[in-house]
């Protein structure tokens, strides 16, 4: 069955670092979305891009954070200047439209020091 | 508004037990409500789903019970097993508008054997 591929599974970023979140979607699907738990604490949504353009970004996605696809395959999350508090899973999922079920990636864990 | 409430936060089930967790929302214009399952490091994983035009929808030992005027929505496994044994988080979804999951706090079910 395809799958969301993420890489890498655990990061480790020094304060203030810049770090890079890699997705595979799903080949046919059209819809990407990354989303973020933190340690105990429900899944949150972050950002949704569709057609090479964000459709919609949370509270959270402020302007350290941005995500491109950069070419026909990946999907990535840039934190510009990583904070202690950007400690979390992150989530990256896909979708073939916007109302269909969301498949979700198995993350990456990405530490803040 | 775009919160989904769920309960309990954890729930211990015997082996061959029923095992229920319940979801409620306030925004009239959620229009998906998916389960998803969750292992340990890993990400979350669809289960089932349901629209808000049908009352109960099953999969094997996976039921949806979704009570429109209520607002509220559950989920019912059958027969629970220890390899149930994971968290569990609904989540709520608004087509149209926007293309993001609201999801629940999430419970923690552990079935004994």
């Known amino acids: 069955e395809p799958e969301v591929t993420q890489t890498p599974s655990h990061q480790v970023t020094q304060m203030g670092q810049e770090v890079i979140l890699r997705c595979v979607p799903i080949?046919?699907?059209?819809?990407f979305y990354w989303y973020r738990q933190i340690l105990g604490q429900k899944v949150e949504f972050l950002v949704s891009?569709?057609?090479?353009?964000?459709?919609?970004k949370s509270e959270i996605f402020d302007d350290q954070f941005s995500v491109e696809r950069p070419d026909g395959s990946n999907f990535t999350l840039k934190i510009r200047s990583t904070k202690l508090e950007d400690s979390a899973m992150y989530f990256c999922?896909?979708?073939?439209?916007?109302?269909?079920?969301?498949?979700f990636g198995d993350g990456t864990r990405l530490s803040i020091l | 508004q775009q919160q989904v409430k769920q309960s309990p936060q954890s729930l211990i089930v015997q082996k061959g037990g029923i095992s229920i967790i319940n979801c409620a929302y306030e925004?009239?214009?959620?229009?998906?409500f998916p389960w998803y399952q969750q292992f340990p490091g890993k990400g979350p994983a669809l289960l089932i789903a349901?629209?808000?035009?049908?009352s109960e929808k099953k999969e094997g030992r996976f039921t949806i019970s979704f009570n429109k005027s209520a607002k509220q929505f559950s989920l019912h496994i059958m027969d629970s097993q220890p390899g149930d044994s994971a968290t569990y988080f609904c989540?709520?979804?608004?087509?149209?508008?926007?293309?993001?999951?609201?999801f629940g706090t999430g419970t923690l079910l552990a079935v004994q054997p």
């Open positions: 999922a896909s979708s073939t439209y916007a109302n269909q079920p969301q498949h």
């Open positions: 989540a709520a979804y608004v087509g149209g508008a926007t293309n993001k999951l609201i």
């Open positions: 891009f569709y057609n090479n353009e964000i459709s919609e």
């Open positions: 349901i629209r808000p035009d049908v």
């Open positions: 925004n009239t214009a959620f229009d998906y």
């Open positions: 080949s046919n699907h059209l819809y």
